[in-house]
């Protein structure tokens, strides 16, 4: 089962910051936190990951609470173009020491023109 | 720079036909493979990963097998197709702990 907990879909408009909630309440302290997105009909696109400190690409900032439980991906000037399933994953690593990805529903961004 | 491989992008197979989807990883090696499984309006379903050659690891009980008979290669397979393995398959590697993972662009099967 994934160990996360997203909203099922949020709308923001065009232009505006999309802030997207991630509950992981039972997150280990050597566990990442990841974000990936998925537009229709295509492979999931990473975005971004941190550990504990927040952290900033050219695609996103990612904000991690200070007690890791929970942690906020944010989009800072929405486009149409990012109108996708986001979803927020917490790596495991099994007893091989493999990374074992596991997605959960995900949120369905639709930003609006 | 590392790349991955899927195909076929679109299958119609009838119900008990055999299956092959085949995903093959260039410019890394002894990365870690997975499948997972996309129905339709779904989430996705991790089906099977592999963190080395023969090694398969599954995750829930299916219709469906994996096998991993080179470094780079990861192969999904069915004996019998049943309706209920419709769906968009998508194959994925990782590299060292805690790096992102590469999808590849998935095969939509359809089983009539």
């Known amino acids: 089962d994934a160990k996360t907990t997203q909203p099922p879909s949020m709308d923001c408009a065009e232009g505006r910051a999309a802030n997207l909630p991630c509950n992981h309440s039972?997150?280990?302290?050597?566990?990442?936190v990841y974000w990936y997105r998925q537009i229709h009909s295509q492979g999931p696109q990473y975005i971004i990951h941190g550990l504990k400190n927040n952290e900033t690409n050219e695609m996103a900032s990612l904000i991690i609470t200070e007690d890791r439980k929970s942690s906020t991906l944010i989009l800072p000037h929405a486009t149409l173009r990012d109108t996708a399933v986001y979803y927020c994953?917490?790596?495991?690593?099994?007893?091989?020491?493999?990374?074992?990805?596991?997605f959960g529903k995900g949120t369905k961004l639709t930003v609006n023109p | 720079s590392q790349t991955i491989h899927q195909w076929p992008a679109t299958l119609v197979q009838p119900v008990g036909s055999p299956l092959s989807l085949e995903c093959t990883v260039e410019g890394t090696s002894n990365p870690n493979l997975y499948w997972y499984r996309q129905a339709a309006g779904r989430g996705l379903q991790l089906l099977f990963y592999s963190v080395g050659i023969g090694q398969i690891s599954s995750e829930v009980p299916q219709n469906l097998s994996a096998s991993r008979p080179q470094d780079r290669q990861f192969i999904l397979s069915s004996k019998k197709l049943l309706l209920s393995d419709s769906g968009f398959y998508l194959c994925a590697w990782t590299g060292l702990r805690n790096t992102e993972a590469f999808f590849g662009q998935g095969t939509r099967l359809t089983v009539v």
């Open positions: 994953i917490v790596s495991l690593v099994t007893q091989g020491g493999s990374e074992k990805l596991v």
């Open positions: 039972t997150i280990s302290g050597n566990e990442y």
